[in-house]
């Protein structure tokens, strides 16, 4: 019993002085522990940035869809409603730019792709009238068939990730073949993924569910793997909230979900500690 109570005490003293240590020195030591502890234990990955934006206020409509263009340090949002802005542009650090009520009719989704020498936003209208260039799947339950593909992303290695929604999966394509390359079941027994995005540095998705007002963190696989789905954390939003879609920032790792509920957008920072390679 007495060795006991002696490693009890020197495993106390240890933790003291990495403490210590890491306040007064800046040593990683405690940091990195601590990250090791909170896998363990699937603590919170991200906090709310409760700042984020200055002037909430703008969100006048039914916000469905946000996207951001890293390069330029703007967050577009897209929402709904009758003789309001349907696009709205603010600052990553949440400052009002400018805003629009033109060629959209009713945006579901948008997607900004930047380049040193031009800016360009993609806006799904589902008001407007389309033509179809490409078409892969159909509607049913099997591989390659789909219930309602609500969200697409893809990956460093070149795999197009689906969210399949009505059939609580994600499924995985190569992106210029189209060959089926697997799914994701074991995830979203209750409800099935609304929007999925990897983290800036490949290890992980964010996975948005719709009616639960929920927001997972999911384990991405190897390369040349699909794997099994492994949720590390999880993030659980206010009742009625709504996440519909979500953009992960590619320098900073920020997420910012459009919470068709709420009415609102906003913004999770995470948190270096837990995740070290974000903003490096």
């Known amino acids: 019993m007495a060795r006991f109570w002696v490693c009890v005490a020197g495993a106390g003293f240890f933790l003291a002085f990495l403490v210590l240590h890491s306040r007064f020195c800046g040593s ?10 909170s896998w363990r234990t699937e603590k919170i990955l991200y906090r709310l940035d409760v700042g984020w934006p200055k002037h909430p206020e703008y969100f006048t409509g039914t916000t469905f869809c946000v996207s951001v263009d890293s390069l330029n340090g703007l967050v577009y949002i ?15 650090d949440g400052y009002f730019l400018r805003a629009w009520n033109y060629t959209v009719d009713t945006p579901h989704g948008i997607f900004a792709a930047s380049t040193l020498y031009e800016q360009s936003v993609w806006i799904t209208d589902v008001g407007s009238d389309f033509m179809i260039l490409w078409l892969h799947g159909e509607n049913g ?4 068939e789909f219930n309602i593909p609500h969200s697409v992303t893809l990956d460093s290695a070149g795999r197009v990730w689906v969210a399949d929604r009505g059939n609580k999966r994600i499924q995985v394509f190569d992106k210029d073949t189209g060959e089926w390359l697997g799914a994701w079941n074991n995830c979203f027994t209750e409800e099935g993924p609304s929007s999925v995005r ?11 569910q719709l009616n639960l007002s929920r927001l997972s963190v999911v384990a991405a696989p190897p390369v040349g793997s699909i794997g099994e789905c492994s949720v590390i954390s999880t993030i659980q939003l ?9 953009e992960v920032d590619r320098k900073t790792g920020a997420v910012y979900v459009a ?17 070290p390679s974000f903003g490096s």
């Open 28 to 37: 990683p030591v405690l940091r990195n522990f601590t990250f090791a502890v």
């Open 78 to 92: 897209g929402q709904r409603g009758d003789n309001i802005p349907k696009i709205l542009v603010f600052t990553e």
């Open 141 to 144: 339950t099997g591989p390659a």
């Open 198 to 208: 990897f983290t800036p540095d490949g290890k992980y998705l964010i996975v948005a």
């Open 238 to 246: 206010a009742d009625q909230v709504l996440p519909h879609l979500l």
């Open 259 to 275: 919470e068709i509920g709420a009415k609102q957008v906003q913004k999770y920072i995470p948190l270096n500690s837990y995740v």
